[in-house]
């Protein structure tokens, strides 16, 4: 059996192989490359790198998209840090 | 609108209305609405993708990127440090430089921390971004994010969601003279005479959101929005005629018995 680290996805923990990649990540959450962001430890991935840049004890991955949002998202208090997509 | 395109930085819009996609009831409503607003511009926030549940749809099923501009913005973002942040994510997770830049400096009021703005825009400018600014309607502040290289700036009419309309024509009128760039109205308009009276001052676009989405029926609103960015622009080419105390007789007296 390979051997598990931890990691933070958006914040919260998560199990993935220990010589996993970025890009194995995205496709294990199912996530399309193309529209996303991926910021590794508060660095800001190239889209080109996310198979090349493994995953290590305690990593903080945060993965963001576009969502709805004009000049406002005060109606809802959304918009206000990091917030879950709706 | 035919043949009236605006350029910001070598880019060419063919609509003066911009629309911001939050606060829909659905994605199929935002499309909607987005369809009838005639707009090619569209803003979008940049946030967690939910992880947790794949099942939910992407903003981006709905509005194709190859037909409309996507603009991110940095809506909010309360300091530099995160509206940088914000900006080069958004940047990441799109296809081009085009950034609104929010930098706010009060939740209630939502208005924006010019200074962190400025020192925002001076950086992002420097990193290659094409950044329009969400500001206040100062006309000093408006030729300082020109000058840090802005192509184009975006002044508030009332605070954003407000439905205020335009609270300061005077002060806009005076960016509009002053300031060398495309001036998009941004924030506070409430119903379609807003927007017009937006274009009739001479503003180059309007953006709105609120106005569209939060109205009994958005889809119909955007409709209304569309001919009154549309009228406002034509009455501003045509030149209103000066206000005066008095009447002016439109028929000739010549004539009459």
């Known amino acids: 059996m390979a051997e598990v680290i ?6 919260d923990p998560r199990d993935v192989r220990a010589d996993a990649t970025v890009g194995d990540l995205l496709r294990e959450l199912a996530i399309k490359t193309e529209r996303v962001a991926v910021e590794l430890n508060l660095e ?43 | ?42 803003t979008v926030a940049v946030r967690r993708v939910n992880i947790t549940d794949r099942s939910k749809e992407n903003l981006l099923d709905y509005l194709d990127p190859k037909k409309y501009i996507i603009l991110p913005n940095t ?52 990193e290659g971004f ?46 509009m003279e002053m300031i060398k760039v495309p001036i998009i109205v941004d924030a506070g308009v409430g119903t379609a005479s807003d927007a017009a009276f937006a274009m009739e001052l001479g503003a180059d676009a309007v953006l709105m959101n609120t106005a569209i989405a939060g109205a009994k029926d958005p889809i119909a609103m955007a409709e209304a929005m569309k001919y009154a960015v549309y009228a406002g622009r034509l009455a501003y080419k045509a030149g209103r005629i000066p206000r005066k105390l008095y009447a002016t007789a439109s028929s000739p007296i010549e004539g009459m018995l």
């Open chain 2, 75 to 126: 809506a909010g973002c309360y300091n530099v440090e995160d509206a940088l942040r914000y900006a080069r994510l958004g940047r990441a997770a799109g296809v081009s430089d085009l950034i609104k830049l929010e930098v706010l400096g009060d939740e209630r009021t939502l208005f924006p921390d010019t200074a962190g703005l400025i020192e925002a825009a001076k950086i992002l400018v420097k």
């Open chain 1, 44 to 86: 800001i991935l190239d889209r080109k790198e996310f198979d090349q840049r493994s995953l290590k004890q305690g990593d903080r991955v945060e993965i963001l998209s576009f969502i709805g949002g004009g000049a406002p998202l005060d109606m809802y208090g959304r918009g206000r840090g990091f917030v879950y997509a709706e």
């Open chain 1, 6 to 11: 931890q990691i933070h996805v958006n914040g």
């Open chain 2, 1 to 42: 609108m035919q043949n009236d395109p605006l350029t910001i930085a070598g880019r060419v819009f063919t609509s003066r209305l911009w629309v911001g996609t939050g606060k829909y009831k659905d994605f199929a409503e935002t499309k909607k609405a987005i369809e009838a607003s005639g707009a090619d511009v569209v």
């Open chain 2, 130 to 175: 094409i950044v329009l600014p969400y500001t206040n309607d100062d006309p000093i502040v408006a030729q300082k994010l020109v000058d840090v290289g802005c192509p184009a700036v975006m002044p508030l009419a009332a605070p954003i969601g407000s439905g205020l309309g335009i609270r300061n024509p005077y002060n806009l009128k005076i960016i």
